[in-house]
C-alpha cells in the first residue's frame, strides 16, 4: 500500500495574497476595458475624461448635454481626444480629425487646419468645409497663401525633442486652392 502524504492547504495568508492578486488583475483589465473613450483638453488638467462621449465612426459622438458644456474657443470649436488622436469638435457636435503638432492639436494657419482623410491629409476652414482635398501624404500649415505638402514622403525617427521628420517622397508647394506653385 502505498500512503501519500496529504497536501496542506496553503497558509491562510498565502490564500488571501492570491485571492487580492487575481482580484488585482481583474479589476486592471476591467478598468482598462472601461477607460474613456473621449477626452476633453483641457488647460489646467491636459487630457481629462468625457463622460457621454463614444467613438462613431473613428470619430466622437458627444451627448447634448454634455457638449452644451464644452469650452468652446473663439471660433466656436473645443478639441477633444478620441480613437487615437484629436478632433475639433463644433457646437453642433460635428466633428474633424486633425493632425498633431507638437504633441497637441493642430491649430488654426490663416483661416485653414490640416485635417485627416483616410490615411491622407487635406485642408479645411473652421466651420470643416473642405478647402484642399484630401491627396497628400503629408502637409504643412500655410504660410502667405503657400504651404508645402509632400506625396510618398513617410515619417523618419523622431528627435530628442519628439519631432518627427518627413522623409522622402516629392514635397513641392500649393496654394489656397491646391494648385501647385513655384
Known amino acids: 500500500m502505498i500512503v501519500r502524504q496529504a497536501r496542506r492547504p496553503a497558509p491562510a495568508s498565502g490564500r488571501f495574497a492570491r485571492s487580492l492578486a487575481l482580484l488585482g488583475v481583474l479589476a486592471s483589465s476591467s478598468a482598462l476595458a472601461q477607460a474613456p473613450a473621449c477626452k476633453l483638453l483641457t488647460d489646467e488638467h491636459g487630457l481629462w475624461p468625457l463622460p457621454n462621449c463614444e467613438v462613431v465612426d473613428h470619430r466622437p459622438k458627444i451627448q447634448p448635454d454634455t457638449l452644451k458644456d464644452l469650452n468652446f474657443d473663439d471660433h466656436g470649436l473645443a478639441v477633444v481626444y478620441a480613437d487615437q488622436g484629436f478632433h475639433y469638435v463644433d457646437r453642433k457636435g460635428r466633428s474633424l480629425p486633425v493632425l498633431t503638432w507638437d504633441?497637441?492639436?493642430?491649430?488654426?494657419?490663416?483661416?485653414?487646419?490640416r485635417g485627416r482623410v483616410?490615411?491622407?491629409?487635406?485642408?479645411?476652414?473652421?466651420?470643416?468645409?473642405?478647402?484642399?482635398?484630401?491627396?497628400?501624404?503629408?502637409?504643412?500649415?500655410?504660410?502667405?497663401?503657400?504651404?508645402?505638402?509632400?506625396n510618398g514622403c513617410r515619417r523618419g525617427t523622431p528627435d530628442g525633442d519628439g519631432h518627427t521628420p518627413m522623409e522622402g517622397g516629392e514635397r513641392f508647394r500649393i496654394d489656397r486652392s491646391g494648385r501647385r506653385v513655384k
Open 118 to 150: 483616410g490615411n491622407r491629409v487635406g485642408y479645411f476652414d473652421l466651420t470643416f468645409r473642405q478647402v484642399v482635398p484630401g491627396t497628400f501624404d503629408f502637409a504643412w500649415p500655410f504660410r502667405d497663401g503657400v504651404a508645402e505638402v509632400c
Open 103 to 113: 504633441n497637441g492639436p493642430e491649430t488654426p494657419e490663416e483661416g485653414l487646419l
